[in-house]
């Protein structure tokens, strides 16, 4: 199995068991080792009372792609700390997307850059995780 492969059956894996990030209507775009590309398109049940992209919404896409890309090897791997900078708001009917890739592997902790763009390319947020490896695997390999 390539690196690839094992990405992609690991976000299938993943997205077969989480039942959150369908439900708010988080969309795998691509996998690999590393690496992860999730996208959402902002509702209006998305939206705060300003009329914008709740911050949690984005939080939860950049946190998800995070997330994947940190699984990726299909070794268990869950968030140790992250943070968010948002720059700014999605609206109603963007497509924001988030690319996470991953910085630094180095025994069990990994460093992992995410950034949030909508549909024109503008960066609405950062995010930065830090992961930690834990037992299992995401499938029997």
């Not at 990726?72 to 968010?84: F, K, L, M, P």
């Not at 690319?99 to 995010?127: C, K, M, P, W």
Request: one cysteine or more.
């Amino acid at each position: 199995m390539t690196p690839q492969q094992r990405a992609e059956r690991t976000a299938s894996t993943m997205m077969t068991a989480d039942a959150a990030s369908p439900w708010v209507g988080i969309e795998v775009v691509s996998m690999d080792e590393g690496a992860a590309t999730m996208a959402l398109t902002v509702q209006k049940h998305h939206c705060n009372g300003h009329g914008i992209c709740h911050g949690g919404i984005t939080y939860m896409l950049a946190d998800t792609a995070f997330a994947f890309a940190a699984n990726s090897r299909n070794q268990s791997t869950v968030a140790h700390h992250n943070s968010i900078s948002y720059l700014a708001p999605g609206q109603l009917g963007d497509c924001l997307t988030a690319i996470a890739t991953e910085i630094s592997l180095a025994g069990r902790t990994g460093i992992y850059d995410v950034t949030v763009t909508n549909q024109h390319g503008q960066v609405t947020a950062e995010f930065r995780g830090i992961s930690r490896t834990i037992k299992g695997q995401i499938f029997d390999e």
